[in-house]
Structure formats: C-alpha cells, structure tokens
Nanobody, 122 residues
Framework: QVQLVESGGGLVQAGGSLRLSCAASGRTFSSYAMGWFRQAPGKEREFVATITWSGSHTTYAESVKGRFTISRANARNLVYLQMNSLKPEDTAVYYC???????????????WGQGTQITVSS
C-alpha cells in the first residue's frame, strides 16, 4: 500500500503564502494520481486540487483557482500545494490523497495522509 505524510501546515496572515508537501512511501509513486482535499470544522471534506500521474494535467476547485498550484516531483516521491493570497475561509485541515485516476471525488482515493492544519488569520 501507499503511506502519505503531509508537512508545511501552520498559521499565516490573510494575503500570505504557504507551501504544503506530501511525501509518499514505496517505489511506485509515479503510478498514482494525487489530490488535495480540505475540511473545515463542521463541514464536509471538499476537493481542492488534483494532478495526473504524469503531471500533464491539473484541476482546481473554483474557490482556489488562480491562487493555489499543485505540482509533483516523482523522482523524489513528493507532491506540493503552493497556496498564495490566502483567505480566512481557507482555514481547514488539508489532506493529500493517492488514487488510480485524477478525480475530484473523495471515493476515488483509497490512500490518505493524516492531515495538516492551516489557519489563516484576518
């Protein structure tokens, strides 16, 4: 199976930037599509961004489009989420996930990280 570990979370002021990293175990990382999801207190987990196994295509939620960038470094078994122009409504626990296809749907991802807290102050 695949093990995923997020890092880079923390507290940032509105308008600031933060980069999240997700490290994957094993030697087959490049076979998986990767996604980022987030969950605010009392709300459902929602899609943020996804990238294909080759990195050739990316998809973003409308709420983060133009502000967030997903990328991957397959040789290093890493996926990134660069977050710019952060807003208080971006506050949530952020999760990385791995799946067979690049999808916006939660159930398409069998492997998940533990999550990392992002707090954006006003």
């Amino acid at each position: 199976q695949v093990q995923l570990v997020e890092s880079g979370g923390g507290l940032v002021q509105a308008g600031g930037s933060l980069r999240l990293s997700c490290a994957a175990s094993g030697r087959t990382f490049s076979s998986y599509a990767m996604g980022w999801f987030r969950q605010a207190p009392g709300k459902e987990r929602e899609f943020v961004a996804t990238i294909t196994w080759s990195g050739s295509h990316t998809t973003y939620a409308e709420s983060v489009k133009g502000r967030f960038t997903i990328s991957r470094a397959n040789a290093r078994n890493l996926v990134y989420l660069q977050m710019n122009s952060l807003k208080p409504e971006d506050t949530a626990v952020y999760y990385c996930a791995a799946g067979v296809v690049s999808s916006t749907i939660l159930r398409e991802y069998p492997y998940w990280g533990q999550g990392t807290q992002i707090t954006v102050s006003s």
